[in-house]
């Protein structure tokens, strides 16, 4: 099956300072990407979605200036939180899906510790 | 908007034996797609079984069989011969085709799996 890897699996940054989290389609071209967030034994709650060369579709709510997400390429989505601070804490997961089919792929997840 | 219920936050088998899952969804749509996909503790989301709206026949793959009730819009998944494995959280997922396709998922339901 499609492979979706991100890096890192793990992160720790001090409160203030910006994080890129990175969602790669390793053996199929990407034309969506979706960013979740998920918190301890919580279900998964869609941020942002996006399409390779446009701009990201928020989720009402999600801070766009302080989750920012880009999909320069097929193969590769970032998502970066700036400014981050301990309630942004969490575990990120991306997803991707090719052209040719409504399947998604998810990736292993990012946790986020902002101390 | 779709919502996706998961009514059981928590459920215990006993190895070996039948454990049935619920879930139930509300859409005006006429074609989708459900889901079920296991998380085990490494986080990584699995899929474990999917079900076109527009097909009768309930999906099977192995132990894994769902119960699908378009009219009643309920659609349960069923694991036989459960395993120490199967042990995770299970969420329901909603699909409406589409540019996007994005996935409504339930609260999630543990499973704990007992020797």
């Known amino acids: 099956g499609a492979v979706v890897s991100q890096h890192p699996s793990w992160v720790i940054c001090k409160s203030g300072t910006s994080v890129k989290i990175e969602c790669r389609s390793l053996d199929f071209q990407a034309t969506t990407m979706f960013w979740y967030r998920q918190f301890p034994k919580q279900s998964l709650m869609l941020m942002a979605t996006s399409n390779e060369g446009s701009k990201a579709t928020y989720e009402q709510g999600v801070e766009k200036d302080k989750f920012l997400i880009n999909h320069a390429s097929l193969t590769l989505s970032t998502l970066t939180v700036t400014s981050a601070h301990p309630e942004d804490s969490s575990f990120y997961i991306c997803?991707?899906?090719?052209?040719?089919?409504?399947?998604?792929?998810f990736g292993p997840g990012t946790r986020l510790t902002v101390t | 908007a779709q919502t996706v219920t998961q009514s059981q936050p928590e459920m215990s088998v006993q190895e070996a034996e039948t454990v049935t899952l619920s879930c139930t969804y509300d859409t005006s749509e006429n074609n989708y797609y459900l889901f079920w996909y296991k998380q085990p503790p490494s986080r990584q989301m699995i899929l474990v079984i999917r079900q076109e709206a527009y097909k009768q026949q309930n999906a099977t793959e192995n132990r894994f069989s769902v119960n699908f009730q378009k009219a009643a819009k309920s659609f349960s998944l069923k694991i036989s011969d459960s395993q120490l494995g199967d042990t995770a959280m299970y969420f329901c997922a909603f699909m409406k085709p589409g540019n996007f396709n994005k996935f409504y998922f339930g609260s999630g339901t543990k499973l704990n799996v007992k020797p």
């Open positions: 997803s991707a899906r090719g052209d040719l089919s409504y399947e998604q792929y």
